[in-house]
């Protein structure tokens, strides 16, 4: 099969459960404890939910919040696919508070979660990783994903939902792989949050809205899933 010439895949992590403690619950005793045993003031740790949850319950959306685990298995997944490995695959970390994480495809995050907390707080604090490089494995910006699509030139947005229209793993990945062949700017867009619903805005920037499964699946299974697909029509493997 050939894969010469065919434009990478942009796959973006959606409104991902990825950010810093907010202001909102900076002062909460679980919070300032947390930070505390961990030598770091509260805006410089991650929100997570098996830790701050009942600091959480006072935060809009809690539901959809609070949940680095999501986007650690997500990237574990995309960064390790064979499609990554061939220069065929650009990742994005959209969050739910509005920044992009631009993930160069040679990162190797860490495979322990507590390690990758530590390297995603270094990044949404300093802004890259390593700091102070000039050619950083991750880059934070302020962005909406508006702007990051229209950055990125895409020309086709497929949301993957689980209320979308049903198509199989092997039909989407073909349509994605003659899309890549043909040069089309193509991004998967998919949710990295625990529950509930994309926010409207998301939901009018898509092209398509796909479901490979009739039931909600996790995040990284479809991301796992729509990769393969696309491997396997590009013959990649
Ligand atoms: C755990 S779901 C998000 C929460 C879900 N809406 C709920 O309320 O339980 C994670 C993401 O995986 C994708 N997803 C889940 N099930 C899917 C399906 N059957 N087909 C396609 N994408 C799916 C969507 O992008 C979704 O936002």
Redesign the pocket.
């Known amino acids: 099969m050939r894969t010469t010439g065919a434009e990478p895949l942009h796959l973006i992590l959606v409104e991902s459960a990825l950010e810093l403690v907010p202001r909102e619950i900076w002062h909460h005793e679980l919070v300032k404890k947390h930070a505390r045993k961990r030598g770091k003031k509260p805006w410089e740790t991650i929100l997570d939910k098996s830790i701050h949850y009942r600091a959480m319950l006072r935060l809009p959306q809690h539901h959809k919040r609070g949940r680095p685990d999501i986007v650690h298995a997500c990237l574990l997944q995309a960064l390790g696919s064979p499609l990554n490995k061939v220069g065929l695959l650009r990742i994005y970390v959209h969050t739910i508070d509005n920044r992009v994480i631009f993930v160069d495809p040679s990162t190797r995050i860490p495979r322990h979660y507590y390690r990758f907390v530590g390297l995603m707080e270094q990044l949404l604090v300093e802004g890259r990783v390593p700091p102070n490089s000039d050619k950083p494995l991750m880059r934070c910006e302020r962005m909406l994903l508006e702007d990051l699509l229209k950055e990125l030139g895409v020309s086709r947005a497929i949301l993957?939902?689980?209320g979308?229209s049903r198509i199989s793993v092997a039909e989407l990945g073909r349509d994605i792989a003659s899309g890549m062949r043909r040069g089309e700017r193509i991004g998967v867009l998919?949710?990295a949050?625990?529950?509930?619903?994309?926010s409207s805005d998301v939901e009018r920037l898509a092209s398509d809205k796909?479901?490979?499964?009739d039931?909600?699946?996790?995040?990284w299974v479809?991301v796992a899933r729509v990769l393969a697909g696309v491997e396997i029509a590009l013959g990649v493997c």
């Open positions: 993957m939902h689980e979308g998919v949710g949050f625990p529950h509930g619903s994309f796909l479901s490979i499964f039931q909600v699946l996790d995040s479809v």
